[in-house]
């Protein structure tokens, strides 16, 4: 029987290129999304996985939505916390909510949905738990105190948990993207785009399908033996010490 998947923002972006790679890879994959429901009923049909609306920020409605994921295609092995918001400005203007929305959507969720399947991974001795975190999480950036403070979380997180998962056969990673060739993305401004790409040793953006393919293997038995591992998809944009 095929394992199970659970993709947190999962139906755009490097979330999308992620479900592609792990349904490609035979996986039953659940695709979590927040709001758009254009974006999630094109990714359905084109990826032929399920799609499930619920709020990663909120512990409740993540046990509600794990409970209709495991109904539908049973308990999940594989989680990728992905889901992220960015809510950007120079700190001595940032509000008490811009701080909050990102830590809780960026770090908190992946306590919300981890904890609520890392007792079954535990009872199977098997699991794998890949954290997307980010290149500003690793080196901070200007006017991202919250985006950067919540990605550095996340790799604090998956070494913590690498060491109680270990025994159990269970992975736990982090993979952090630089900059990925998204909509997102594509959205910046055509002056500051070129400026940023100047910084990349590579000469390009990233693309989804090469953070995706990363977790493939990181979720594969071939991962086995990588566990609170950070791993940088970076272009050598960043070089981690």
């Known amino acids: 029987m095929s394992k199970t998947v659970l993709v947190t923002g999962g139906t755009r972006g490097i979330g999308h290129a992620i479900s592609a790679a792990m349904a490609k890879a035979g996986y039953k994959v659940a695709a979590n999304y927040a709001g758009n429901d254009e974006a999630a009923k094109a990714t359905a049909d084109e990826l032929g996985i399920h799609v499930y609306k619920f709020d990663v920020a909120d512990y409740d409605a993540v046990g509600a939505g794990i409970a209709a994921i495991e109904k539908d295609l049973g308990p999940i092995d594989i989680v990728v916390n992905n889901a992220g918001v960015t809510r950007d400005a120079p700190f001595h203007k940032m509000t008490k909510d811009q701080w909050q929305q990102v830590i809780d959507i960026d770090l908190t969720s992946a306590f919300n949905v981890t904890r609520q399947v890392w007792d079954g991974m535990r009872e199977r001795s098997w699991g794998r738990v890949i954290n997307i975190s980010s290149i500003n999480g690793q080196k901070g950036q200007f ?57 990349i040793p590579v000469g390009r953006l990233g693309k989804p399908e090469e953070i995706a393919s990363m977790c493939a293997y990181l979720a594969s038995d071939d991962g086995a033996f990588i ?7 970076n272009g050598a944009q960043y070089i981690a010490g």
């Open 227 to 233: 566990t609170g591992a950070t791993m940088t998809v």
């Open 143 to 199: 006017g991202q105190a919250n985006y950067s403070a919540a990605k550095a979380g996340l790799i604090g997180f998956t070494k913590a948990l690498a060491q109680e998962g270990a025994k159990k056969g269970i992975t736990v990673n982090t993979v952090c993207p630089g900059y990925i060739d998204t909509e997102m993305v594509r959205a910046v401004p055509e002056k500051v785009l070129e400026s940023i790409i100047s910084t």
